[in-house]
């Protein structure tokens, strides 16, 4: 039997509306079966069928996908991206763009199809300025080409101020994959710091003076649906 929360009836309180509606719902369905249903208007809302539930418009949720800082890419003849302690990763000073943490996030197959992804930066902030991070990136997409070329996000806006001792979040410009993206596609991350400003992202070289300590990194992504309604198919 259908459940309602709330109920309200001209002349009557919450709980007599509530008990008269669910008395005519007795007299019109004993069992009632529904093959569909949709909460919302006409372009948000969520509907539920015998495939699943399904989110659409702007009645959609968010999630976070997080990456531990594992796989280093090192030059020789040492890297200046280290393993730390306290569970960190150090990007030291004068770090060079060849040296980075990779990372391939597999999308979720809720994602919402061509929709951006948002990067962000887990590291701590041991004084009031902030390391040229930067985040070089491609797409890899079921049965198409891989791409030769690599593209780089940049700093958008620390979450907290710059404030020397606290644990910092730093957001990268969004990621937009192409109309080629179809389910489980693949981004390639290369989290660096251009100490020199050698990609021309930054306004200047690095002003940080110090060995700067990452977390962790995730990205934020949205989501239309709990999975897909097929293994392959969205």
């Known amino acids: 039997m259908p459940y309602f929360d709330q109920y309200t009836q001209n002349g009557v309180g919450t709980e007599t509306a509530h008990n008269n509606l669910v008395g005519r719902l007795n007299k019109a369905w004993a069992n009632p079966v529904f093959t569909s249903m949709q909460v919302g208007n006409s372009s948000d809302y969520v509907s539920l069928d015998s495939e699943g539930v399904h989110l659409n418009g702007d009645a959609t949720v968010w999630d976070d996908k997080e990456f531990p800082l594992g796989g280093q890419r090192i030059s020789a003849p040492a890297s200046k991206v280290v393993e730390s302690t306290n569970n960190l990763i150090a990007y030291t000073t004068n770090c060079p763009l060849t040296d980075y943490v990779w990372m391939n996030i597999q999308m979720s197959h809720s994602k919402k199809l061509f929709s951006p992804v948002y990067p ?39 979450v907290f101020p710059l404030t020397a001792g606290i644990a910092q979040i730093t957001n990268f410009v969004p990621i937009t994959p192409s109309s080629n993206e179809g389910l489980s596609a693949i981004l390639q991350v290369k989290l660096k710091r251009d100490s020199s400003n050698t990609s021309a992202k930054f306004a200047s070289t690095d002003p940080y003076g110090a060995s700067a300590f990452a977390q962790s990194f995730d990205i934020h992504y949205e989501r239309d649906s709990m999975g897909s309604r097929q293994e392959y198919v969205k």
């Open 120 to 158: 962000h930066l887990h590291w701590n902030q041991d004084s009031t300025k902030r390391p040229n991070w930067l985040v070089q990136y491609r797409w890899l997409y079921g049965g198409i080409t891989i791409p030769s070329t690599w593209s780089y996000s940049t700093i958008s806006a620390p």
